[in-house]
């Protein structure tokens, strides 16, 4: 049985993807084991509770308030998941950089960005893209799934990426609903392929 832990921040759909990914059999012999949470209002949680997968809030607040350096966090944080034995880290909308400190605990760990390689790291990336198709720069965007082995934002070895069509008659909504379920699909081929299924 491989096992899984989903880092989120927000809604979830992601998680939601893997979970029944997991539960139908798409993603045979693996289990998603736990979900951390850095924000305690994260629809994600309630996925997770709803599946039966522990979840972890771990907050950035209390370190912030305290002066306690990142690199804590982070140690922390490796600790907190240590014992449920995890074949691979998912980041699933986790909006913080992982450091070092908990890196070199979890070398395998994945990120979905909701672009094509070194197009619109960071937050807003679809937003971006859609501003950038307003103006002619770009006639379609994509999604991508890629390792994150140090501290960059959004880049890292690549593990696979699908273009994703922008038309004319597109909005803003239109296109985000077509991105995330470009994201769902390629998520959970990206997992059974890093984990060899
Ligand atoms: C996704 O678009 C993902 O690519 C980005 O954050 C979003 C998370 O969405 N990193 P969800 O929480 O999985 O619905």
């Given at each position: 049985m491989k096992r899984l832990a989903v880092f989120i921040s927000g809604n979830?759909?992601?998680l939601q993807a893997i979970l029944d990914a997991t539960a139908e059999g798409r993603l045979p012999d693996t289990s998603v084991a736990v979900v951390v949470s850095n924000r305690?209002?994260?629809?994600g949680?309630?996925?997770?509770?709803?599946?039966?997968?522990?979840v972890i809030y771990h907050p950035l607040r209390p370190y912030r308030q305290a002066g306690k350096p990142r690199e804590q966090y982070d140690a922390d944080l490796a600790e907190l998941i240590a014992p449920f034995e995890v074949d691979l880290i998912v980041l699933a909308g986790w909006m913080h950089i992982l450091s070092m400190a908990f890196l070199r605990h979890y070398p395998r760990v994945l990120n979905?960005?909701?672009?094509?390689?070194?197009?619109?790291p960071g937050t807003h990336a679809i937003e971006r893209a859609w501003e950038a198709?307003?103006?002619?720069?770009?006639?379609?965007?994509?999604?991508?799934v890629h390792l994150a082995p140090d501290e960059g934002v959004d880049?890292?070895?690549l593990v696979c990426?699908?273009?994703?069509?922008?038309y004319a008659s597109d909005t803003l909504e239109t296109l985000e609903a077509r991105i995330h379920e470009a994201e769902h699909e390629l998520y959970v081929r990206a997992i059974a392929q890093v984990l060899g299924l």
């Open positions: 979830g759909s992601n305690k209002e994260a629809y949680i309630q996925r997770a509770e709803q599946a039966g997968v522990p979905i960005h909701p672009a094509l390689p070194d197009t619109f198709f307003q103006r002619g720069e770009i006639e379609h965007t994509g999604v991508m880049n890292g070895p990426q699908e273009i994703v069509p922008i």
